[in-house]
């Protein structure tokens, strides 16, 4: 049996999925899904791999997604590697290891790819709630990020697949269904759209939730939505990353501070119950001490109740690595102090 060992996002484990799903039938095989959304994510990887192969010097260790997408190199001097898959590629995995290529690492062009794997999954191993991917890729260019250099250019899976996955995933006895995407707001035509589609064809559904939203294409259409329909899940994780407008300016992030707190506000006008988490780095470079306080104000302001808090880490490739950096032990106290208003 397979075994396919998952780091990083939401996208990341429903194509797990997909991985156990299509390989199920295949033995001492490991596949490893790897994250590049910072540095550390990707030593992280690296770490196992080596680790899997101490404890399997038999198996075949197969590694895919993100890091091998944008970093193939590293892993192919990797003695403990057989083969590296792009995140294109990896939808074609079962012909690769049933006739395996004699050079080590295959690795496309991410932009030149329109597709997404269209295999429909019956299940989510070990969890209550099922993801369901809506889109890929992302046509924005955050300072920080990476992830549009590992999973190319905005492309959406039709409605009609959506719908038709979501159902199975019923059918199979999950009730908490979750939309996600690299980039879910971006959904062509709307993603507005998309859920008024799914709960006007699936009244039924018990729990529909979200990834994270980006506050800046939040629109009112769906705010509506929100408090139209009782099966949307009150909870909204916010991709907010900052709560100082020149710090937002500078990750070039679309939304200020402002846009936070009166999305915030807007959906609990409609949904009084709605709670709200949101993602931050801390120690962004150039980040001053009142930068960080307009951070740490700002989830008191919009009311923000679960933070997923990260002292920022340098990602070679992108705009930020370049700019001039924080000490690592102030980006971990400031993270330490954003951490402890959760707990109070």
């Known amino acids: 049996m397979v075994e396919v060992v998952t780091f990083g996002c939401r996208i990341n484990s429903f194509e797990s999925e997909i991985l156990k799903e299509k390989l199920k039938d295949v033995d001492g095989l490991i596949v490893v899904n790897t994250c590049a959304v910072t540095a550390e994510a990707e030593r992280q990887c690296r770490q196992t791999i080596r680790k899997l192969r101490k404890e399997n010097p038999d198996a075949k260790i197969v590694v895919t997604g993100c890091a091998a997408q944008v970093n193939a190199a590293k892993f192919a001097q990797m003695e403990e590697v057989d083969l590296i898959l792009g995140n294109k590629e990896k939808s074609l995995i079962e012909k690769y290891i049933k006739n395996p290529p004699q050079q080590k690492d295959i690795v496309g062009n991410i932009f030149d790819y329109d597709g997404f794997d269209p ?176 951070t740490c104000r700002l989830v008191d302001e919009a009311g923000i109740d679960k933070l997923h808090v990260f002292p920022y880490s340098e990602r070679p490739g992108t705009p930020a690595a370049a700019l001039p950096q924080i000490q690592m032990e102030e980006r971990r106290r400031r993270a330490k102090i954003l951490r402890q208003m959760r707990k109070e």
């Open 119 to 294: 295999y429909i999954i019956t299940g989510f191993e070990g969890r209550e709630r099922a993801y369901v991917q809506i889109q890929q890729g992302c046509n924005h260019r955050c300072a920080y990020c990476i992830v549009p250099f590992a999973r190319g250019k905005n492309r959406c899976v039709p409605e009609e697949d959506i719908i038709k996955q979501i159902r199975t995933l019923l059918e199979q006895g999950f009730e908490q269904i979750c939309l996600t995407g690299v980039d879910a707001c971006s959904y062509k035509p709307s993603l507005s759209g998309l859920v008024a589609r799914i709960l006007a064809q699936i009244p039924d559904l018990p729990s529909l939730q979200f990834g994270s939203l980006d506050p800046a294409a939040v629109d009112d259409e769906f705010v509506a939505l929100i408090g139209r329909y009782p099966n949307i899940y009150p909870h909204f994780h916010l991709s907010v990353q900052s709560g100082d407008d020149d710090v937002l300016r500078l990750m070039r992030r679309r939304h200020n501070r402002a846009d936070v707190i009166n999305l915030c506000n807007k959906i609990r006008s409609v949904r009084p119950e709605a709670t709200f988490g949101a993602d931050f780095i801390c120690g962004f470079p150039t980040e001053t001490q009142e930068a960080f306080q307009n």
